[in-house]
C-alpha cells in the first residue's frame, strides 16, 4: 500500500501539482491583502482605497477553487489503486478546497468586521451578499470563458460583454445563482460554527 501511495503522489504532483499550486496562491494574495487592508487599526485612505480594490478583484479567486471539482473524476480514474485515491486524491482536493473557501470568508469575515467598525456597514448581509453575487458572476466568467482578474484590467469590455451575456441563458443563470448561493450557504454555516467554536473556548 505504502508503494501505491508515494505512487499516487507523484502522479498527482506530475499532472495537477501546477495548477494546484497556481490556483492556491491565487486564492492566498486576496486573503493575504485583506489581513493588512483590513486591521482594526488600518486608516482608510487613498493607497487603502486602491488596495482594497484590488483585494475585491481577487477575491473570487478563492472560491473559484470549488469550481476545480471539475478535474476529481480524471484523478481519481487515473489511479490504479484505492489507496491512492483514499489517502492522496481525496485528501488533497478536500484540502485545496478547504483553503480556497475558508480564504474567501475570511477575508470577507476582516471587511465586514472593518466596515461595521466605521458604521459603513450596519449589517454583514449589506457587504457580503453583493460580493458572494459578483463572485458568483466573476466564477462563471473566469470558469467557462476562462478569463482572469486581470484580464478585467487588460479586456474590461470583453470581460464585462461576457458577463452580461451570461444573463441571456438560463443555464448559465442557474449556474451563478447556484454558485450564489452555495457561497451564501456555506460562508453562513461556516460563521455560525467558528462563533460558536470562539463562545465555547471563552465559555
Known sequence: MTSAVVAGIGRLLDVSGH??????????????????????????????????????????????????????????????SDAAVLLVVFPAYAALFAIGFGTYCDALRRLTRYMAARGWARSPWAVELPIHALSALAIYVGRIHRFNSWDLVQEPV????????????????????????????????????????????TG
Open 19 to 80: 495548477w494546484m499550486a497556481w490556483n492556491l496562491v491565487l486564492a492566498l494574495v486576496p486573503w493575504v491583502l485583506s489581513l493588512y487592508l483590513f486591521r482594526p487599526t488600518r486608516r482608510p485612505g487613498a493607497a487603502w482605497a486602491c488596495g482594497a480594490l484590488v483585494c475585491l478583484l481577487l477575491v473570487p479567486n478563492a472560491p473559484y477553487i470549488l469550481t476545480d471539482v471539475i478535474h476529481l473524476p480524471p484523478s481519481v480514474r487515473r489511479e490504479p
Open 158 to 201: 470583453d470581460v464585462l460583454a461576457h458577463a452580461f451575456a451570461g444573463f441571456t441563458r438560463p443555464l448559465a443563470i442557474a449556474g451563478i445563482v447556484v454558485m450564489f448561493t452555495c457561497l451564501t450557504v456555506g460562508q453562513a454555516v461556516l460563521r455560525i460554527l467558528l462563533l460558536d467554536r470562539l463562545r465555547g473556548a
